[in-house]
């Protein structure tokens, strides 16, 4: 059984450790939560812990949990209950990706507005980076593609097939973007140039 174990009211940090005395909450299902399966945990700058299960996205306040799920029909729920990953922009807007698409969480009605349905690209959603300038990336099992939340569109970085299967994704100072894939190796895209080029890694029984 998968459980959640929170790090109650303390920060990490090399000058505390030796000083404090740690305390340890495990949640589960009996004490509210949707699943026991957990996938993503994150916290948001209201201060609220966002637990991502496989039947149901779980907003945690330090006492109660408030659960969302998919609703047939009804647009304005989550695209899925499986959430995969959540980024806060700087603009203090909450991305939530599920397997199914990308959506954008609305405080104050607490509904949701679906951004990006990852059915319509024939595609799974695996997770979200959000880079420098503010810009979304969506991390799909056919590539890695760049979201305009303005007309909801999303366009795919590299007119490739080789970022399929990537993984995760870093930024460095210039701004350039690395990705790893699963079987493509390390794709470096140029921001300058709007090229890319990979590189594979040998197995270590061909060194």
Request: proline share 1%; glycine share 6%; aromatic share 14%.
């Amino acid at each position: 059984m998968l459980v959640l174990f929170l790090f109650c009211m303390f920060i990490i940090s090399p000058g505390n450790l030796s000083a404090q005395d740690y305390n340890f909450v495990k949640l589960t299902s009996e004490d509210g939560l949707s699943s026991n399966i957990v996938h993503y945990i994150g916290k948001d700058s209201r201060g609220y812990l966002w637990i991502g299960c496989n039947n149901a996205l779980n907003r945690y306040d330090g006492s109660t949990f408030k659960k969302f799920s998919n609703l047939p029909g009804d647009s304005t729920s989550i695209t899925s209950g499986a959430t995969s990953c959540i980024v806060e922009d700087k603009d203090s807007t909450l991305w939530i990706a599920t397997k199914n698409g990308v959506n954008i969480f609305n405080y104050k009605t607490e509904k949701f507005r679906q951004i990006y349905k990852a059915e319509e690209e024939n595609t799974l959603v695996k997770s979200l980076y959000l880079s420098r300038e503010n810009k979304l990336f969506v991390i799909t099992t056919e590539g890695v593609y760049l979201l305009n939340s303005k007309n909801n569109k999303a366009e795919k970085l590299i007119k490739s097939s080789v970022d399929q299967q990537a993984t995760v994704m870093v930024e460095d100072s210039q701004g350039n973007y690395y990705f790893g894939t699963w079987g493509n190796g390390v794709v470096y895209w140029d921001s300058v140039r709007q090229d890319y080029f990979s590189v594979k890694i040998p197995a270590k029984n061909s060194l």
